[in-house]
């Protein structure tokens, strides 16, 4: 069984800046790859970035390309650096691990099998 938990997320005035985290817990096997979706409301949970279990390679979705920076630590903790924030970026955002070994990263909901409960991100005008 695997955990995850994101933090990090408040309000911010379009073009300020926050910083998600995603703490993961349990038996996890080497090679893994993690993400980051968001979903606001009414519509569905669309791909944010990506990163692979050395960190070396990462994937962004093209609204997000240049503003976001996905990271990691040695540790099972993934990091969202959100910068240019814009009021469209508005959504919950939820954490998702692939708990195969190695993959392409994922950019679709159903290559990730397990997921943190979100974080709440507000971008105001």
């Known amino acids: 069984q695997v955990q995850l938990v994101e933090s990090g997320g408040g309000l911010v005035q379009a073009g300020g800046s926050l910083r998600l985290a995603c703490a993961a817990s349990?038996?996890?096997?080497?090679?893994?790859?993690m993400g980051w979706f968001r979903q606001a409301p009414g519509m569905e949970r669309e791909f944010v970035a990506a990163i692979r279990w050395s960190g070396s390679t990462t994937n962004y979705a093209d609204s997000v390309k240049g503003r976001f920076t996905i990271s990691r630590d040695n540790k099972n903790t993934m990091y969202l650096q959100m910068n240019s924030l814009k009021p469209e970026d508005t959504a919950v955002y939820y954490c998702?691990?692939?708990?195969?070994?190695?993959?392409?990263?994922?950019?679709?909901?159903?290559?990730?099998?397990?997921w943190g409960q979100g974080t709440q991100v507000t971008v105001s005008s």
């Open positions: 349990g038996r996890i096997a080497n090679g893994y790859n």
């Open positions: 998702g691990l692939d708990r195969r070994v190695g993959v392409r990263i994922g950019t679709r909901e159903e290559e990730y099998d397990y």
